[in-house]
């Protein structure tokens, strides 16, 4: 069945060019303008996922997350200003599932929905696949990664990434000790064969990295090594 995709922005441009490219991507569209507008329409009758800008007039994206997050729990990725990390952090802590920096490329986007809306399937219950075993979780050290749930813990602590983050980490941790170069992580994120260059993977390994170490201020459990790659251990 063809997903339905809103959109939300103050952003007349955006609307209309993410939408139009999504619909050639097979996507059907619906449109807002602003926060107060779509709240109704995103509660009762819920797309398969939501995009929503953060910074809009009347009600900004993260109080429209907020309200939505009471009545559904529809996915969102989040559209933030460059660099705006106390929007993305806030966004992730209410219940977003990733966000992109404007300006964006439309086919990373796409592949963000994709990888989202794969994510959503697996763990949607459905007569197909209520009978097969539940993907375990995976634990390494003080490390436990449960993909069905996208939830992550360090020793105990919870450390909320997107999915982008997610993937990087769990192809990390699937096999402690062994480098990965970035061109394997960015295959592992990017799995629509959509091109990055080696500074954004850098970049979300910094995220990550930092994110633990809100949980744990010694975590140095993600090593560089330059020229390589980077590898998981375990100790």
């Known amino acids: 069945m063809t997903a339905t995709i809103a959109l ?14 999504l619909q050639a991507d097979g996507f059907a569209t ?8 779509a709240l109704k329409a995103l509660v009762d009758n819920p797309p398969d996922l939501a995009v929503l800008d953060i910074k809009m007039p009347k009600m900004d994206g993260l109080e429209l997350l907020r309200r939505l997050r009471e009545k559904s729990q529809v996915p969102v990725i989040f559209l933030t200003s460059k660099d705006d990390e ?9 219940g977003a599932d990733d966000y992109i920096a404007k300006p964006f490329s ?12 794969r994510r959503a399937e697996a763990v949607s219950p459905t007569a197909e696949n209520e009978a097969e075993a ?21 020793a105990g602590g919870l ?31 990017y799995q629509d064969d959509i091109y990055v260059d080696d500074r954004t993977i850098d970049s979300h390994i910094k995220r990550i990295r930092r994110k633990f170490r809100q949980v744990d ?5 993600i090593e560089t090594l330059y020229g390589a790659g980077y590898r998981f251990s375990e100790e």
Do not use: C
């Open 106 to 117: 439309q086919r990373l986007l796409i592949a963000r929905i994709r990888a989202i809306l």
């Open 8 to 21: 939300v922005d103050d952003d007349r441009n955006i609307l209309t060019s993410v939408s139009i490219a």
């Open 159 to 189: 450390v909320t990434l997107t999915v982008t983050e997610f993937l990087i980490l769990e192809t990390l941790a699937q096999r402690p000790g062994i480098v990965k170069t970035r061109n394997q992580l960015m295959d592992a994120a």
């Open 30 to 37: 619906r449109v807002y303008s602003d926060g107060e507008a």
């Open 134 to 154: 539940p993907q375990p979780v995976l634990e390494r050290g003080r490390l436990a990664m449960d993909p069905a749930r996208h939830r992550v813990t360090w």
């Open 217 to 221: 201020k010694e975590f140095d459990a």
């Open 86 to 94: 106390l929007d993305e952090a806030l966004g992730l802590a209410m």
